[in-house]
């Protein structure tokens, strides 16, 4: 069945570092891939969407390139900052129905 | 307007009760979703209503576990004689329609759920 696959956590960076967090995933036909992030205390938001091969989702400085070739989106962002700190999740939506598989989450720390 | 509210917000309850989670999605959502975050698993996809029908509840954990909506629009999640493995986050969230093309899944801040 369709599912995702992405890098396990915890992760922990300085601030202004790079951050890549991995996703792969399976699926028949062509989902939607799509990045959530959940910040402390708070419920899941959209932070970024893809929905064809090659296209790119940007947010508040995050990336991600939806790979059909490999399978990935992995997430992006040049400089992290403290409050990028949260539990990132990928996920894909099935065509059939609209619902979505999620990976496990990364939580990210960002350390001053 | 107003975004998906869930209540309660909090639920504990001993092994062996029913209970019963609620959902209100954003006016005019036609699809509604029940997802369940479980601490070290991510979340799991439960069931799927588009209006009042249920087409997909392949995602139910077993027959403990039932919903509902109604008037196509606020759906209970019940979960009768309760386990400690129920214990989790139980979220919900709302999207304008389903189908071919994506549209996008407003979430619920979570009902999270304790069984003693």
């Known amino acids: 069945g369709d599912s995702v696959t992405q890098m396990e956590g915890p992760v922990t960076l300085s601030e202004e570092a790079f951050l890549t967090i991995n996703c792969t995933y399976t699926?028949?036909?062509?989902?939607?891939l799509f990045w959530y992030v959940q910040y402390p205390g708070e419920g899941l938001q959209l932070l970024l969407k893809?929905?064809?091969?090659?296209d790119k989702g940007s947010n508040k400085g995050f990336e991600a390139t939806y790979r059909k070739e490999t399978t990935s989106f992995h997430l992006e962002k040049g400089s992290v900052q403290v409050s990028d700190s949260a539990v990132y999740f990928c996920?894909?939506?099935?065509?059939?129905?609209?619902?979505?598989?999620f990976g496990a989450g990364t939580r990210l720390t960002v350390k001053p | 307007g107003a975004g998906v509210s869930q209540s309660p917000s909090n639920k504990v309850t001993e092994k062996g009760k029913d209970v019963e989670l609620r959902c209100d999605p954003i006016s005019g959502h036609t699809a509604l979703y029940w997802y369940r975050q479980s601490l070290g698993q991510g979340l799991e996809f439960l069931i799927y209503?588009?209006?009042?029908?249920?087409?997909?509840k392949s995602g139910l954990p077993s027959d403990r576990f039932s919903a509902e909506r109604t008037g196509g629009s606020v759906s209970t999640l019940t979960i009768q004689r309760t386990q400690q493995e129920d214990s989790a986050v139980y979220l919900c969230a709302s999207s304008s329609s389903s189908g071919s093309t994506y549209n996008e899944q407003f979430f619920g801040p979570g009902t999270r759920l304790t069984v003693l």
């Open positions: 996920a894909l939506t099935r065509l059939a129905n609209n619902d979505m598989r």
């Open positions: 893809a929905t064809k091969a090659d």
């Open positions: 209503f588009q209006g009042n029908s249920a087409p997909d």
């Open positions: 699926a028949t036909g062509y989902p939607s």
